[in-house]
Structure formats: C-alpha cells, structure tokens
C-alpha cells in the first residue's frame, strides 16, 4: 500500500471517529496549555548565549538508550506531553475522553506541510535525545533526562511532519536543518536557548553552523 493512500484511509477513519465521539458527546478538551510553542531568545542573544556554551568534541553514544529519557510523561488527567504539543501546536483540534487527538489540523514548519491526521506528525525534541546525550546528559540523573525529554517550558518540543523527524535522526546544525530556509533563523534560536538552559556542550562544527545561521538572522 502506497503512503499517500494509505494516509488517505487513515484521515477517512479519523473523521469518521471524530464525527461518531461528537454525536456521543465525548469528544474533550485538552487541558489547559500554552497557545503557541515557547518563542526562544532573540537571535542577539542566541548569539551571546553560543558564546557562552562549553565548546568539545561530541562524546561517545555509548551507552545510549532512548528508555534512559523516559517519555512522554503524564502532563494533566489522561494527557501526556506527546498530546498536550499535538493540541499547542494544531488548529481546531478535538480529543477524544482518553486524550487522543481524532481531528484537527497541523502545519510542519521545518517542511511546510499540514496533515490532517495525528499519525502523520511527530513531537520533534528539538535537540535529539542522542545528541543531549553526547553532549553531557549521559551524566545527568534519569529524572534531568526525563524532564529535558518532556521541556514544555523551553522551546524545545514542536509538532512537525513524522519522516521529516525520522530523516533529521540525532543530527545537529551542522549536518541537517530544516528544508524551509525561512525558519533556520528560528531553528537556530530554539537550539541554542534549549543547549544553554540545560548547559550542554557544543563540537566546533556545530557552533560554526549556528554561528553563520544567527549572523544572518
């Protein structure tokens, strides 16, 4: 089965779910939550805080598991943080008594698409857990990991399409950025305000490729 079409019958199931729990009346609201992804520094001080970012050769990924950042953690009742983003980050979004969103609407910025179906959009954490990793989170406690792998507050959670997230893997700056040149300014400002609050380090050519980003933003 072709992706396009399979993706067609998962939207026609979608709505269909979606107009069947209206008429039952259990479609729900999410919790309350942030309207729009958390805006990162300015880009003037995106580049003072990458000066100030431990620069070092990207450590080993030995060791690494995703289960040692364990997500996505409970936010509200049923909702966890994979859901609470679907609902920042989509329009019209309706979900159903157990959380799930069954309609709705979401616009990728790294790729400029929008699907229709939660199944087509991943939650991206904007510094890869792989990458927090080699970056000095193989040191943290489990609980820093969890709490950095479910970072509401910081603008490093972001609904984007699912095979652009699985095509972008645990790559920094300097080996994969977003089709959509427009947004690389951003991209770069959420990098580095989430590297610096968690105060992870940085290889020469990651800080090289933000620094020609944020120098033109």
């Known amino acids: ?21 209206a008429a039952t009346g259990l479609l729900a609201t999410a919790p309350a939550a942030q309207a729009a992804p958390p805006t990162p520094v300015s880009a003037s001080t995106a580049r003072s805080y990458l000066g100030q970012l431990t620069v070092s050769a990207e450590g080993s990924s030995s060791g690494y598991s995703r289960d040692l950042f364990p997500h996505w953690s409970t936010q509200s009742g049923a909702c966890n943080t994979r859901e609470v983003v679907l609902k920042r980050d ?20 790294y790729d400029g698409a929008t699907w229709s179906a939660a199944s087509d959009v991943d939650i991206d954490h904007v510094v890869p857990l792989a990458e927090a990793w080699r970056s000095g989170a193989n040191s943290w406690t489990t609980s820093k990991r969890q709490q950095f792998a479910n970072d509401l507050t910081r603008p490093q959670l972001i609904a984007v399409t699912d095979n652009v997230n699985q095509a972008k893997g645990d790559q920094d700056p300097a080996e994969w950025l977003p089709s959509v040149t427009s947004y690389r300014c951003m991209y770069a400002r959420m990098w580095v305000h989430t590297k610096y609050y968690w105060n992870l380090k940085v290889d020469s050519a990651e800080k090289s490729a933000l620094q020609s980003i944020l120098n033109g933003c």
């Open 90 to 109: 989509g329009s019209n979004v309706q979900q159903d008594s157990s959380c799930a969103a069954v309609s709705g609407s979401w616009f990728s910025p």
């Open 1 to 21: 089965m072709s992706r396009v079409y399979a993706r067609h019958l998962r939207r026609t199931a979608v709505a269909l779910a979606a107009s069947a729990l």
